[in-house]
């Protein structure tokens, strides 16, 4: 029986409650890709699975529980409990992190992507949690950091700093991403460099605690560039340094790595912005890279765009799509099917990855 991969919710093993305490109760993926839920919620009159507006009623099936099963879709789903009209986090089912909160989920298997993120076969790496201090918000931030299945103290790597989008945090793309389990694959396949993968949290805020998301690239090349180069062994220059980052993490990627082209040579824009994601008036000053194609091509060995073709935010992408047009600037473009959701950020980053730190370019 194939192991069910242990970073995709809260606890290592599914646990469906206790019988004699707390009955059964589960989400369940059917071999026919669709899902069954089962939860317990005896004072209820109406459960139901919210899935951003598309509304899937259980129905009551006797002592307290309720069933159903759907055809939901493919790739992972977020959804919301509502018992009551109330939001419910059922705790027996899968939780990630997401919309600024936990969140339920199922992860339902792509055909195209079976494989990709298998335990089995492989060598695994090691992700570890740090703290650092912060010159910019005055408190200590944290970061996870990946090493490769090979890791050696004694020898030098190239890092990338991956993020995450809005309402997410540090831990995305290990627990919903599966970047780790990716990168493990196209390493034993000889398909991608060894490397750190460092990701931070996005979701700032001020020395008054007060949200501020701009300040996430100055933390980066201020704070957590240094820290990682005083913790770990890697290289430090722009050849050996890159960027890359998901909705609000890819304009988090664009801003820095513009402003900053000394010290990156490589960038990633999943669902990806260049310009402001929301209409502003206010000048880019990170943008004036891309009106001198002289100086942007030695910049990036790599300048990387994708988005989900159902994409909420397409209409976005296809803004910087005219506003790069007749530029001359050198990129990669590509798009995938799906809409704004980690299967689309899988296909990115297993896309992205293998781009990185080769010797041929």
């Given at each position: 029986?194939?192991?069910?991969?242990?970073?995709i919710?809260?606890?290592?093993?599914?646990y469906?409650?206790?019988?004699?305490?707390?009955?059964?109760?589960?989400?369940r993926?059917?071999?026919?890709?669709?899902?069954?839920?089962?939860?317990?919620?005896?004072?209820?009159?109406?459960?139901?699975?919210?899935?951003?507006?598309?509304l899937?009623?259980l129905?009551?099936?006797?002592d307290?529980?309720?069933?159903?099963t759907?055809?939901?879709g493919?790739?992972?789903?977020?959804?919301?409990?509502?018992?009551?009209?109330?939001?419910?986090?059922?705790?027996?089912?899968?939780?990630?992190?997401?919309?600024?909160?936990?969140?339920?989920?199922?992860?339902?298997?792509?055909?195209?992507?079976?494989?990709?993120?298998?335990?089995?076969?492989?060598?695994?790496?090691?992700v570890?949690?740090?703290?650092?201090?912060?010159s910019?918000?005055?408190?200590?931030?944290?970061?996870?950091?990946?090493?490769?299945?090979?890791?050696?103290?004694?020898?030098?790597?190239?890092?990338?700093?991956?993020?995450?989008?809005?309402?997410?945090?540090?831990?995305?793309?290990?627990?919903?991403?599966?970047?780790?389990?990716?990168?493990?694959?196209?390493?034993?396949?000889?398909?991608?460099?060894?490397?750190?993968?460092?990701?931070?949290?996005?979701?700032?805020?001020n020395?008054?605690?007060e949200?501020d998301?701009?300040?996430?690239?100055?933390?980066?090349?201020?704070?957590?560039?240094?820290?990682?180069?005083?913790?770990?062994?890697?290289f430090t220059?722009?050849?050996?340094?890159?960027?890359?980052?998901?909705?609000?993490?890819?304009?988090?990627?664009?801003?820095?790595?513009?402003?900053?082209?000394?010290?990156?040579?490589y960038?990633?824009?999943?669902?990806?912005?260049m310009?402001?994601?929301w209409p502003?008036?206010?000048k880019?000053p990170?943008?004036?890279?891309?009106?001198?194609?002289?100086?942007?091509?030695?910049?990036?060995?790599?300048?990387?765009?994708a988005?989900g073709?159902?994409d909420?935010?397409?209409?976005?992408?296809?803004?910087?799509?005219?506003?790069?047009a007749?530029?001359?600037?050198?990129?990669?473009?590509?798009?995938?099917?799906?809409?704004?959701d980690?299967?689309?950020?899988?296909r990115?980053?297993?896309s992205?990855?293998?781009?990185?730190?080769r010797?041929?370019?």
């Amino acid at each position: 029986m194939k192991q069910t991969p242990l970073d995709i919710s809260v606890s290592f093993d599914p646990y469906a409650g206790e019988p004699n305490r707390d009955g059964e109760q589960f989400a369940r993926v059917t071999p026919d890709g669709k899902v069954h839920f089962r939860v317990i919620a005896k004072e209820a009159r109406e459960v139901v699975i919210d899935r951003f507006g598309t509304l899937f009623p259980l129905s009551p099936v006797g002592d307290g529980a309720w069933e159903g099963t759907f055809e939901m879709g493919s790739g992972f789903l977020y959804f919301f409990l509502k018992v009551d009209g109330a939001d419910v986090l059922c705790p027996y089912w899968p939780i990630g992190f997401g919309c600024c909160r936990p969140m339920n989920f199922v992860d339902v298997p792509v055909k195209d992507m079976e494989g990709w993120d298998d335990l089995e076969g492989v060598r695994h790496g090691a992700v570890s949690r740090h703290y650092y201090p912060s010159s910019v918000t005055g408190k200590y931030e944290i970061c996870l950091v990946y090493t490769p299945p090979a890791w050696d103290a004694a020898k030098q790597y190239p890092v990338l700093y991956l993020q995450h989008g809005y309402g997410e945090n540090e831990t995305g793309w290990i627990y919903q991403g599966h970047v780790g389990r990716i990168a493990d694959r196209l390493i034993a396949e000889g398909r991608m460099k060894e490397m750190l993968i460092v990701m931070g949290n996005g979701m700032t805020q001020n020395a008054a605690g007060e949200a501020d998301r701009s300040l996430f690239p100055t933390i980066v090349v201020s704070d957590l560039i240094p820290y990682i180069e005083s913790r770990y062994n890697v290289f430090t220059d722009k050849w050996h340094r890159a960027m890359a980052g998901l909705s609000m993490g890819s304009y988090h990627t664009s801003v820095t790595t513009l402003t900053h082209p000394e010290l990156f040579g490589y960038a990633g824009l999943f669902s990806g912005f260049m310009r402001s994601p929301w209409p502003s008036e206010e000048k880019e000053p990170h943008l004036a890279l891309a009106e001198d194609p002289e100086a942007f091509q030695s910049a990036f060995r790599v300048f990387y765009r994708a988005m989900g073709t159902e994409d909420q935010f397409w209409d976005r992408f296809a803004g910087d799509d005219a506003w790069l047009a007749g530029k001359g600037l050198a990129m990669t473009r590509e798009t995938f099917p799906g809409g704004h959701d980690w299967t689309v950020w899988r296909r990115c980053i297993r896309s992205f990855l293998p781009r990185l730190f080769r010797d041929d370019q």
